[in-house]
T-cell receptor, first 115, second 114 residues
Framework: ETGVTQTPRHLVMGMTNKKSLKCEQHLGHNAMYWYKQSAKKPLELMFVYSLEERVENNSVPSRFSPECPNSSHLFLHLHTLQPEDSALYLC??????????????FGPGTRLLVL | LAKTTQPISMDSYEGQEVNITCSHNNIATNDYITWYQQFPSQGPRFIIQGYKTKVTNEVASLFIPADRKSSTLSLPRVSLSDTAVYYCLVGSLNSGAGSYQLTFGKGTKLSVIP
């Protein structure tokens, strides 16, 4: 138990569906992250929020839309996804922005399958 | 952007010491080096972090040479439960350019053999 929870743990959706992934951290951290992990690729950073403001969007397609309503919650809204978007989506949090002596705490991930 | 390179896989027998090296030639002055462990169907878990020289905690040691262009994670006396993927991470907040980069390596799959 890392203090970061993600729901749902598994999701199957069609290409025309709209769904949302939810992440919640109970650590009092100020930064939150979305990562994508595919079978044959390294962890890809998608979005970074610091104090509820988006810090980075790593050229992620617009069919992925993040939302950070407060420092404890992070959402990833999904619409018109493609089969190649099937992956493990991981949420993480850190006290400050990771990289400079800040470590990240990861949730268990949501396994997404797009049919 | 500090790109990282690690061996794809390693095998080790139980009880041996395992050393995994990560190359990060373009590491920035203010970047720290962090190692994570990931088991199947779980998120990565923090192992150790360092800036230079040597860092040791209850599970691992991290060796960083003076030029900081590489780092070596050392796992003493591995057991079967250490079978996992190990990632090194370097990151930077480039406030001048308004960008933020975190680069995970492709990870090293460690298999511990009985």
């Amino acid at each position: 138990e890392t203090g970061v929870t993600q729901t749902p743990r598994h999701l199957v959706m069609g290409m025309t569906n709209k769904k949302s992934l939810k992440c919640e951290q109970h650590l009092g951290h100020n930064a939150m992250y979305w990562y994508k992990q595919s079978a044959k690729k390294p962890l890809e950073l998608m979005f970074v929020y610091s104090l509820e403001e988006r810090v980075e969007n790593n050229s992620v397609p617009s069919r992925f839309s993040p939302e950070c309503p407060n420092s404890s919650h992070l959402f990833l809204h999904l619409h018109t996804l493609q089969p190649e978007d099937s992956a493990l989506y991981l949420c993480a949090s850190s006290q400050g922005l990771a990289g400079n002596q800040e470590t990240q705490y990861f949730g268990p991930g949501t396994r997404l399958l797009v049919l | 952007l500090a790109k990282t390179t690690q061996p794809i896989s390693m095998d080790s027998y139980e009880g041996q010491e395992v050393n995994i090296t990560c190359s990060h030639n373009n590491i920035a002055t203010n970047d720290y080096i962090t190692w994570y462990q990931q088991f199947p169907s779980q998120g990565p878990r923090f192992i150790i972090q360092g800036y230079k020289t040597k860092v040791t905690n209850e599970v691992a040691s991290l060796f960083i040479p003076a030029d900081r262009k590489s780092s070596t994670l050392s796992l003493p006396r591995v057991s079967l439960s250490d079978t996992a993927v190990y990632y090194c991470l370097v990151g930077s907040l480039n406030s001048g350019a308004g960008s933020y980069q975190l680069t995970f390596g492709k990870g090293t799959k460690l298999s511990v053999i009985p």
